[in-house]
């Protein structure tokens, strides 16, 4: 059971606070209220804050200047602050609250699971954040008591025997260096797996939100200025889905297709895209050689990590400097291959910059995600830590070295890939506009252990005209069936409490082999089984168009089972 945390509700109406205590009250938190500047500074003082909702509107000072005071405290610097808004906002206003310091915003009249929704993102990314620091604290303590140790020894060692000082020294060095790279391999990956579990999450909200703001655009009558609103949501919402990608990225979860790509092809095919992102004042230098050996890696990712690179070098650059490209095979017992590597062929592609560089303390943690040097608003901390994924998840490593004064040099190492062919096929998408329509209607049965997840779903389905069961698990899945049920298609989600979507699936499939399955996941931690890559497959979130499409691809795999 853990411990409940704080939640600060500040408004100048009692009612308010009233309801919001209700709607949130089913979270099981402690919820503070403060309804002026002054008690919500206390409320601050005295306690330790998960998240704070702030009301924009008050009479002696606004939300927006209480939130620039709060962030004016060291303490509160990363406290998140959600406002909410009875009014219609600007979108200078909105600015206003995100430089301000606020992470989200809430309209009136609130929905009450979407304000919990929200709230409770931010309190468990409020306890698993003090738990990581626990644990990076029990894990110090130990490093500490171990060098203790280490020194006892050596000074034991010493006494008895100075002509061995030298070799202990060393030995000392050699454990030190190798506990270092242990704890920062651990750090890592505990974040990774902390961003890549709330990445899941937020996909699951991000799918009802998508599902539901995609079928209200086509039932809302022709007018513009809702039409707007509601592509602002769907915009958003977007824009929600591709930072999870970047999560899913460094947690080395999303899904990749790797693939022979020509380095120097595609360098060259986004010169122009590179440097309209750097600006005109910054010299893109092309130095990779005519020929090069393909690396093998998801192209798609790779344009993106190039782009990340250079951008990062354009905000380290700051006015006029210059970013150069180079790239070579290193072979399989090169020197200087990274012990970390195995033996292989590999594609060391670096990008350097002539920028401020950085120091020993920054160059260690620029790889983490969410840490950014360029200040509240200028950046996600994404950019590097995306990066640092994609080639771990390739099979590669990134290596940054940099000193301050003297730029940065980024080492993106990509195994070769060892098919000679001149380019990899791309794969044709048979489900273009052409192919897009969906059968008539089908019987489906949807598996999903999230109710909003499920119940977007389902409308989806029944606004495309098809009839639909839902079931809320997998064993409910297999009672259904097992009941006499037979189903057109089966679209369940993977990662479900129980029995998962890859272990139904192949329950499915040892009973019915021709039933034509969709197996639905927010990342792409699927297990190493032929029959479940066969299966027809769906990232979240997704749109009613890529549901359609999908529909068409697996019944057209094999006949439908009713």
């Known amino acids: 059971m853990t411990d409940p945390v704080n939640i600060l509700l500040v408004d100048d109406q009692p009612a308010k606070l009233l309801s919001y205590e209700v709607i949130l009250q089913d979270l099981g938190e402690n919820l503070l209220v403060a309804q002026s500047a002054r008690e919500a500074l206390e409320q601050l003082l005295r306690s330790d804050v998960a998240v704070i909702l702030v009301d924009v509107c008050m009479p002696e000072e606004d939300g927006f200047e209480l939130v620039e005071l709060i962030r004016s405290h060291p303490r509160f610097e990363k406290t998140p602050v959600i406002f909410v808004s009875a009014v219609m906002m600007t979108e200078l206003d909105r600015l206003r609250g995100y430089a301000a310091g606020a992470v989200d915003y809430v309209s009136?009249?609130?929905v009450p699971e979407v304000l919990r929704a929200k709230v409770r993102v931010f309190v468990e990314l409020h306890r698993k954040t003090r738990e990581l620091e626990r644990l990076n604290a029990d894990l110090e303590q130990r490093v500490q008591e171990r060098t203790a140790e280490l020194e006892e020894s050596y000074q034991q060692l010493r006494s008895l025997n100075e002509d061995l000082?030298?070799?202990i020294e060393l030995r000392t060095r050699e454990r030190e260096e190798a506990m270092?790279?242990?704890?920062?391999?651990?750090k890592l990956d505990t974040i990774g797996q902390l961003t890549g579990g709330v990445a899941h999450d937020f996909n699951n909200l991000l799918m009802a939100a998508l599902g539901s703001l995609n079928l209200l655009r086509k039932r809302m009558?022709?007018?513009?200025?809702?039409?707007?609103?509601l592509d602002n949501a769907v915009q958003a919402a977007e824009r929600g889905a591709a930072l999870t990608q970047r999560l899913l990225a460094f947690a080395r979860r999303q899904e990749l297709k790797p693939q022979a790509v020509d380095l120097v092809r595609l360098l060259a095919s986004i010169e122009g895209l590179l440097q309209r992102a750097v600006g005109p004042a910054i010299r893109l230098e092309n130095r990779l050689p005519e020929q090069l050996a393909f690396a093998l890696?998801?192209?798609?990712?790779?344009?993106l990590a190039?782009?990340?690179?250079?951008?990062?070098?354009r905000d380290a650059i700051q006015q006029e400097g210059s970013i150069s490209f180079e790239a070579e095979e290193i072979a399989p017992m090169a020197a200087d291959r990274p012990p970390e590597l195995k033996p292989a062929r590999y594609v060391r592609f670096r990008v350097t910059d002539t920028g401020a560089g950085m120091d020993e303390e920054t160059l260690a943690r620029a790889a983490e995600p969410f840490f950014t040097t360029k200040g509240l608003g200028k950046g996600t901390g994404l950019g590097l830590s995306m990066v640092h994924g994609l080639a771990a998840q390739s099979g590669g490593l990134l290596?940054?070295?940099?000193n301050p004064g003297q730029g940065t040099t980024a080492e993106l190492w990509l195994p070769v890939a060892e098919e000679t062919i001149e380019e990899m096929p791309m794969i044709a998408d048979t489900m273009g506009a052409g192919a897009a329509t969906s059968p008539d209607s089908l019987k489906i049965l949807v598996v999903d252990d999230d109710v909003l997840v499920c119940m977007g779903t389902v409308d989806m389905l029944e606004d495309l005209g098809h009839r639909v069961t839902e079931a809320s698990s997998g064993a409910a899945a297999l009672q259904i069936i097992e009941s006499g049920h037979a189903f057109d298609l089966v679209i369940t989600d993977h990662a479900m409490p129980g029995m998962s979507g890859a272990e139904l699936a192949r329950s499915l499939l040892a009973g019915n082999p021709s039933q034509p399955i969709i197996l639905a996941s927010g990342y792409?931690?699927?297990p190493d089984d032929m029959a479940i890559e066969k299966l027809s497959r769906l990232v979240k979130p997704f749109t009613q168009e890529q549901l359609e499409r999908a529909i068409s691809r697996a019944v057209a795999k094999q006949p439908t089972a009713a």
């Open 399 to 402: 290596r940054l070295y940099s």
């Open 524 to 526: 792409a931690e699927l």
């Open 165 to 167: 000082e030298s070799r």
């Open 306 to 313: 190039i782009l990340n690179l250079a951008v990062n070098a």
């Open 108 to 110: 009136v009249p609130i």
């Open 297 to 303: 890696v998801d192209d798609n990712q790779l344009e």
């Open 180 to 186: 270092a790279q242990l704890f920062e391999a651990q």
């Open 221 to 229: 009558p022709n007018d513009e200025k809702s039409l707007r609103l």
